[in-house]
């Protein structure tokens, strides 16, 4: 009797483990793909316009569900991630490298590192792929602000929407990256427009003199 339960148990133990081997055999395992919505920059400007003027750029955030994982929005109120689509890094060091090229490299504004300069701020709140029905589309939204040691100067959103093109499955990935660097640039592109143009609005209102004294080549008269 012993002999034939143990006999029993070795074959349920047997086919557990086959069937568990089975089940974790079943279909290939999940291997991520890594992306980045990153650009070559465009070669410097030939007319340096703007190198008189100074900025600092300070911090470049982005909201808590921005991470490696790919974002994929079906409504306005519900996302969800991709496992198996990723940044190689956290989307607003895409952002802040992307920024830097433009500002400093391509616009020629002087980067100040310590001392009285305007300071940008940048916090980006989407980054994502947008998947509704006949509106496949990539999505960046990214809050702004330039300020001074004294006041607020300039505060903004910049919303960015890009069509993802037609692309079969396995290169779906690569076509949702492709808009979003568009995007990225574009949004990038917004931002120095108008924070060259802001920072110029500045520079030229502290060349005017202060209201009511006149500027005046005539030497004062002596009086006697």
Request: hydrophobic share 40%.
């Amino acid at each position: 009797m012993m002999r034939l339960v143990s006999r029993w148990v070795a074959c349920a133990c047997v086919g557990s483990a086959l069937a568990g081997c089975a089940l974790l055999g079943k279909g290939d395992p999940l291997l991520p793909r890594y992306f980045t919505p990153e650009y070559p920059l465009d070669a410097p400007a030939s007319a340096p316009a703007v190198a008189d003027l100074r900025l600092r750029l300070g911090r470049v955030s982005a909201w808590s569900h921005l991470r490696e994982r790919m974002v994929v929005r079906s409504s306005e109120q519900e996302i969800r991630y991709r496992d198996d689509r990723r940044w190689t890094e956290r989307p607003e060091i895409y952002l802040r490298r992307a920024l830097s090229g433009e500002l400093f490299q391509e616009r020629g504004l002087v980067h100040v590192i310590s001392g009285a300069a305007p300071t940008l701020e940048v916090e980006l709140a989407s980054f994502e792929e947008v998947q509704v029905p006949s509106n496949h589309r990539a999505r960046l939204v990214a809050h702004f602000v330039l300020y001074d040691e004294r006041v607020g100067r300039l505060e903004e959103t910049v919303t960015v929407e890009e069509p993802v093109r037609a692309a079969p499955e396995q290169d779906r990935g690569r076509a949702v990256a492709e808009a979003l660097s568009h995007a990225l640039r574009t949004g990038v592109t917004r931002i120095a427009d108008h924070v060259v143009a802001k920072l110029s609005a500045m520079a030229a209102a502290e060349r005017v003199p202060p209201s009511g004294g006149r500027a005046s080549s005539e030497e004062p008269r002596e009086h006697r």
